[in-house]
C-alpha cells in the first residue's frame, strides 16, 4: 500500500481591530499546532497538540494508530502516482500596524445610516504552514492577509442584518481604507433597499426568471462546488448541470492574484487547476488521494490538516459569458434580481439562497426592493441559465478549521422559484 509520513506546523497570528458604534477593540493572538502524521494507502493517521513540541510522543502515537489501518478500507497502491508538493509559497508582505482607527472611524461616520448600528472588523492573519516529509522533503506556505468585515444592523422595525467581507493579500492589490469604504457603500444601498422593502403579491410566488448579482451568483457556485465533491461527486459525473448556456468552471488554486492561492493541498499533494463543468456538463470532482484513486482521477483538493478530510475548490472560478451586465437585466421582462446572499444551503434537490437584498425587474429595468424569503434553484433537472455576465465578482468563504476559499463568478440570470415572506 501507498506510505508516507510526515510532520505538520501551524503557525497562527491574528491582530483585530473592532469597531462597534463608538467602541474600539483591539486583540490578537497566536496559536501553533504540531501534528505527526502516518499514511497507509488512502488513510490517515493524526496526532496532533496545540502549543506543544513532544513530537517524539506525537509520532508515536501516529505510528500506533496506522497500524490498526485496513488494507481493503484503506487499500490505494504504492503504484498510485501521487505528486506530493515540495518548495516554498509566500505571499504577502508584513507591516506593522493595521489601517489607524481614527480613518476606520471617520468612514463608519460617513456612511452612517439612521436607524442602524453599524460595525467594522479589521483583522490581519499570519499564518505558516510546514509539511516535513520523512525523506526530509519540505512544503512551507506563508501568508499575510487582511480581512475586511463590516456590518448594518436594523435597531428598529423590521429585523435584518447586512454583512459584507473581503479579503486582501497584505501589500499588494486593493488598499484596505479602499476595500473598507466599497464594502460600506455596498452594505449602506442593501440596508436602504431592506428598509424600503415590500412584500409582493402571492401571484409573484413560484417560478421566475432571476439575476443573480454579486454574492447571490458566487453562492450558487459554491454550492454547486459541494456537489463535485470525492464520491458524491462520482454520480454527477457526465451529467448536465446547466441547460441553455456553455457554462465552465474550473478550480484554480495557483492564481497567485488571489489571496486563496496554494501550491499544495492539506494531504501535501500538488494543487493543480481542475476543469470541473465543460459545456454546462460536470467532467471531474474534487479529489483525495483515496476517493482520487477510486474514480481514476488526481488528488489535489483536500481541505483539513489535523482533522476530517474535507474536499472543496481552493479559488473557484466561473468564465465569464457574452452577455453585458445590464443587458441581463434588459432582456428580463418580468423577474427578480437578488443582490447578494444572506445565506446559501445545498438542500435535497436544489440551492438555496436567502437574499441580502431583492428587486422586482420590470420591462428591463429595476423597480422598487422587495422582501422575498429566498430563491432555490432546482438541481433534479439541467439549471436553466438563460445569460451569463461578462464581469466577475469575488467572495470569499471560511470552511471548518479556519480554512478560506474563493469564488469568481459574474452575474448569472437563471430560472428559480421564489418564496415570498
Known amino acids: 500500500m501507498l506510505r508516507r509520513g510526515d510532520v505538520v506546523s501551524v503557525l497562527r497570528e491574528v491582530d483585530e481591530v473592532r469597531v462597534v458604534g463608538g467602541t474600539v477593540v483591539r486583540a490578537g493572538y497566536r496559536t501553533h499546532v504540531l501534528a505527526a502524521r502516518r499514511l497507509v494507502g488512502g488513510c490517515w493517521f493524526v496526532s496532533a497538540c496545540a502549543g506543544c513540541s513532544d513530537l517524539e510522543r506525537l509520532e508515536a502515537e501516529a505510528e500506533s494508530m496506522a497500524r490498526t489501518a485496513d488494507p481493503e478500507r484503506c487499500g490505494v497502491p504504492e503504484s ?5 508538493y515540495s518548495g516554498r509559497l509566500s505571499l504577502g508582505s508584513r507591516s506593522e500596524a493595521l489601517t489607524p482607527t481614527d480613518e476606520v472611524l471617520g468612514l463608519l461616520e ?28 519540505e512544503a ?14 436594523c435597531r428598529e422595525g423590521w429585523s435584518g442584518t447586512v454583512e459584507l467581507s473581503r479579503v486582501v493579500v497584505e501589500g499588494l492589490g486593493e488598499s484596505v481604507e479602499g476595500v473598507l469604504e466599497k464594502l460600506l457603500r455596498i452594505a449602506r444601498d442593501r440596508a436602504k433597499a431592506l428598509s424600503a422593502a415590500r412584500r409582493p403579491s402571492l401571484t409573484e410566488m413560484g417560478r421566475a426568471e432571476v439575476v443573480l448579482l454579486r454574492e447571490a451568483s458566487t453562492a450558487l457556485f459554491h454550492e454547486l462546488s459541494h456537489l463535485l465533491a470525492g464520491l458524491r461527486g462520482r454520480a454527477v459525473l457526465g451529467r448536465r448541470l446547466f441547460e441553455g448556456s456553455d457554462v465552465r468552471v474550473h478550480d484554480s488554486p495557483g492564481d497567485l492574484r488571489r489571496p486563496t492561492a496554494r501550491f499544495f493541498d492539506d494531504e501535501g499533494v500538488v494543487a493543480r487547476r481542475r476543469w470541473l463543468v465543460e459545456g454546462g456538463s460536470a467532467i471531474d470532482a474534487h479529489h483525495s488521494i483515496r476517493t482520487a484513486y477510486e474514480a481514476g482521477s488526481y488528488p489535489g483538493s483536500t481541505h483539513g490538516l489535523l482533522g476530517e478530510v474535507g474536499l472543496l475548490h481552493t479559488s473557484l472560478v466561473v468564465e465569464s459569458g457574452d452577455w453585458k451586465d445590464e443587458e441581463l437585466l434588459e432582456e428580463t421582462k418580468r423577474g427578480f434580481a437578488v443582490d447578494g446572499a444572506a445565506s446559501s444551503s445545498l438542500e435535497e434537490g436544489y440551492v438555496r439562497i436567502v437574499p441580502q437584498a431583492a428587486f422586482r425587474v420590470e420591462r428591463g429595468e429595476l423597480r422598487e426592493p422587495v422582501r422575498i424569503r429566498a430563491v432555490r434553484i432546482p438541481l433534479t433537472r439541467p439549471i436553466r441559465v438563460l445569460g451569463v455576465g461578462r464581469t466577475g465578482y469575488t467572495a470569499f468563504t471560511r470552511e ?22
Open 80 to 84: 498510485f502516482e501521487v505528486g506530493f
Open 110 to 137: 460617513e456612511y452612517r445610516l439612521p436607524g442602524y448600528e453599524h460595525s467594522a472588523t479589521l483583522r490581519r492573519l499570519r499564518i505558516t504552514k510546514n509539511i516535513r516529509a520523512e525523506d526530509l522533503a
Open 140 to 153: 512551507l506556505e506563508e501568508k499575510s492577509l487582511v480581512e475586511v468585515r463590516v456590518a448594518l444592523r
Open 400 to 421: 471548518p478549521e479556519e480554512e478560506l476559499v474563493s469564488e469568481t463568478s459574474p452575474p448569472v440570470r437563471v430560472e428559480a422559484f421564489v418564496e415570498i415572506v
